[in-house]
């Protein structure tokens, strides 16, 4: 997926850093994204102010980023959900990547509140199997390519959001 040169010029500070961060990673490998800016989509979880009950999103926010996102790179971009992975069955496997459309979809997980061990694996570019494993902490974010699977390891009273991206229209 070729990102259109404008999305690293255009929009809100947080917006060009995701913009640059996708336009290295996207189709080729997992990273992680330690921002110098707040996303004002995501707050922390612990934050009182306009969050609704349960949850570190913000939804009008949430709706302009994932608009605005989808404009600057050419994508599809849609909030998938807020998790809270201590209140998920299965012991740390993440079910809803299975859910994903033939695992077509690219994922960024934007860390809300406390800090979660991430484990990936999946087909690297050289074509062989990869893992990649890192941790995030609040405010962070994690690129999942397509195709790779992901589990948490320790999750202890943390809150993430998943951002699907996918190619227009798709």
């Known amino acids: 997926m070729d990102m ?13 850093e995701i913009v640059l961060f996708l336009s290295v990673h996207l189709d080729r490998a997992p990273g992680v994204l330690w921002p110098e800016y707040d996303n004002p989509a995501f707050g922390d979880a612990d934050d009182a102010g306009a969050l609704p009950a349960g949850g570190g999103v913000r939804p ?11 404009a600057l790179t050419g994508l599809s971009v849609r909030l998938d959900r807020v998790e809270t992975p201590g209140s998920a069955p299965g012991g740390g496997l ?29 087909t690297g ?3 062989r ?4 494993q890192c941790r995030l902490l609040p ?14 390891i320790d999750a202890q009273g943390a809150q993430y959001a998943v951002v699907c991206l996918g190619s227009q229209g798709g």
Not at 60 to 70: H, I, N, S
Not at 139 to 152: F, I, T
Request: net charge negative; aromatic share 10%.
């Open 129 to 132: 199997p990869e893992s990649f």
């Open 60 to 70: 009008a926010q949430a709706d302009r980023f994932t608009a605005e996102l989808g």
């Open 125 to 127: 570019e050289s074509g």
């Open 94 to 122: 993440d079910a809803a990547w299975t859910a994903q459309p033939e695992g077509r979809e690219h994922l960024l997980v934007h860390q809300i509140a406390g800090a979660v061990t991430w484990q990936l694996t999946g």
């Open 4 to 16: 259109p040169d404008a999305g690293c010029e255009r929009g809100t500070p947080h917006l060009r």
């Open 139 to 152: 405010g962070e974010l994690l690129y999942v390519p397509a195709g790779w699977s992901r589990r948490y």
